[in-house]
C-alpha cells in the first residue's frame, strides 16, 4: 500500500517549452501533496505544498509563475515547469501523505533535461 | 526554523558489520516525528525507520534501530549486520507533530557498504 507514481520519469525538452509531471497517489487519498528538486549529491531541496482545491503554498525563493502547481483531486497533483531554461534541468520528486503519523510516501522522481 | 544536522557526508562499513549514522536537529517544538529515508542509486527514496518523540522508546526495524535522545536532540542510525544492499544514501528528516507535515531534511550521509 501507500504507493506514488510520477509520470514521466524522463524528459529531454527544449529551451523555451513547458514541461508538465504528474504525481498520482495511486492506492490512496493524500491529504497534502509535496514538490522536491533535488540536484546532484545533494539533499531534497521543498519547492511547494500542495492540497486539493486550493492554492500551492511555495517555499521562498521558488517562482511561483515558473513552477505551476495543480492539484486537481485528492490523488493527482501536476507541476508544470513553465519556459523551461538549463538552469531547470533537475530530479524532481513528489510525495504525498495520509496524515498519519506525518509519514510521507515518495515517487520514483522524474529527471528534466533542458536542452 | 528547525534544523537537521548530518555531520558525516560519507561513511563507509564492511559488509556484516555494524555502522552508526549521527542525525541532531534543533526545534523548539516538544510534539514531533523523526525519521531516517534511504535513497539508493534508484533515487526512490525509502523509509527505513520512524520515530514520534514522545515514544521514549527507541524505534528498532529489523536491523536498523535508532538511539534517540531527546534531551540532547539527537537521533542516530545503526545499522547492523550491514549488507551490500544497504549502500546508499542516508537523509536524517524532521516534521513537526501538528498538521503541517513538512519535512526538513539533513544533507545526507552516503554510506558505502565493502564485501
Known amino acids: 500500500g501507500a504507493v506514488v507514481s510520477q509520470h514521466p520519469s524522463r524528459v529531454i525538452c527544449k529551451s523555451g517549452t513547458s514541461v508538465k509531471i504528474e504525481c498520482r497517489s495511486l492506492d490512496f487519498q493524500a491529504t497534502t501533496m509535496f514538490w522536491y528538486r533535488q540536484f546532484p549529491k545533494q539533499s531534497l531541496m521543498l519547492m511547494a505544498t500542495s492540497n486539493e482545491g486550493s492554492k500551492a503554498t511555495y517555499e521562498q525563493g521558488v517562482e511561483k509563475d515558473k513552477f505551476l502547481i495543480n492539484h486537481a483531486s485528492l490523488t493527482l497533483s501536476t507541476l508544470t515547469v513553465t519556459s523551461a531554461h538549463p538552469e531547470d534541468s533537475s530530479f524532481y520528486i513528489c510525495s504525498a501523505t495520509l496524515g498519519l503519523a506525518n509519514e510521507q510516501f515518495f515517487g520514483p522522481g522524474t529527471r528534466l533535461t533542458v536542452l | 526554523a528547525q534544523t537537521v544536522t548530518q555531520s558525516q557526508p560519507e561513511m563507509s562499513v564492511q559488509e556484516a558489520e555494524t555502522v552508526t549514522l549521527s542525525c541532531t536537529y534543533d526545534t523548539s517544538e516538544s510534539d514531533y516525528y523523526l525519521f531516517w529515508y534511504k535513497q539508493p542509486p534508484s533515487r526512490q527514496m525509502i523509509l527505513v525507520i520512524r520515530?514520534?518523540?514522545?515514544?521514549?522508546q527507541n524505534a528498532t526495524e529489523n536491523r536498523f534501530s535508532v538511539n534517540f535522545q531527546k534531551a540532547a536532540k539527537s537521533f542516530s542510525l545503526k545499522i547492523s549486520d550491514s549488507q551490500l544492499g544497504d549502500a546508499a544514501m542516508y537523509f536524517c528528516?524532521?516534521?513537526?507533530?501538528?498538521?503541517?507535515?513538512?519535512?526538513?531534511f539533513g544533507k545526507g550521509t552516503l554510506l558505502t557498504v565493502n564485501p
Open positions: 520515530q514520534e518523540a514522545y515514544k521514549q
Open positions: 528528516a524532521y516534521c513537526d507533530g501538528g498538521s503541517n507535515y513538512k519535512l526538513t
